[in-house]
Antibody
């Protein structure tokens, strides 16, 4: 059974850093297209970042240069390192498994809340 | 950057058919995916590749994509279908995933 479990969210001051983790089971993270998607309170879904099976990455303009996506193959875990956090980064962050054929997301984690506030 | 436009809300009587649109420039040339999100829950994929249903999704959910509009159709709407629905594409020119703004479906 495919499962994704995010951890690492919490309250952080503006300018601070946080690392989110997404532990996967039932499939191999490094063989899949994996993304982070966030949702600000009461708002819609916003794509954040992707890591492809070949290790290449891409980012939304809103986080480029501040966030870094990575993975640990032995731990079968996806990460999102978030630096220089802003109030507008406040959101529930979901990790999602994608299809590199159609670029859809067939499995999602339950999400972890990041609150950036002084 | 590529933009997807959805109506903020759609209302339909139970048992009737709901249609949720997703507009984008020449969206018919892209693969469109649809997600259902209920309050406090993660999104669930209900349609991928324009019109394919993942296993476990009822046949009442169907979709089409042509020209500048993709449409999600939910037949015989039930109270349990009340949720936010999002369309999504991959924009090859920027290698970015794009979501529509979401549509709140209400069963009157």
């Amino acid at each position: 059974e495919v499962q994704l479990v995010e951890t690492g969210g919490g309250l952080i001051q503006p300018g601070g850093s946080l690392r989110l983790s997404c532990a996967a089971s039932g499939f191999t993270v490094s063989r899949n297209y994996m993304s982070w998607v966030r949702q600000a309170p009461g708002k819609g879904l916003e794509w954040v970042s992707v890591i492809y099976s070949d290790g290449s990455t891409n980012y939304a303009d809103s986080v480029k240069g501040r966030f870094t996506i990575s993975r640990d193959s032995p731990k079968n875990t996806l990460y999102l390192q978030m630096n220089s956090l802003r109030v507008e980064d406040t959101a529930v962050y979901y990790c999602a498994r994608g299809s590199s054929t159609w670029y859809d997301f067939d499995y999602w984690g339950q999400g972890t809340l990041v609150t950036v506030s002084s | 950057s590529y933009v997807l436009t959805q109506p903020p809300s759609v209302s339909v009587a139970p048992g009737k058919t709901a249609r949720i649109t997703c507009g984008g420039n020449n969206i018919g040339s892209k693969s469109v995916h649809w997600y259902q999100q209920k309050p406090g829950q993660a999104p669930v994929l209900v349609i991928y590749n324009d019109s394919d249903r993942p296993s476990g999704i009822p046949e009442r959910f169907s979709a089409s994509n042509s020209g500048n509009t993709a449409t999600l159709t939910i037949s015989r709407v039930e109270a349990g279908d009340e949720a936010d629905y999002y369309c999504q594409v991959w924009d090859s020119s920027s290698d970015h995933v794009v979501f529509g703004g979401g549509t709140k479906l209400t069963a009157l």
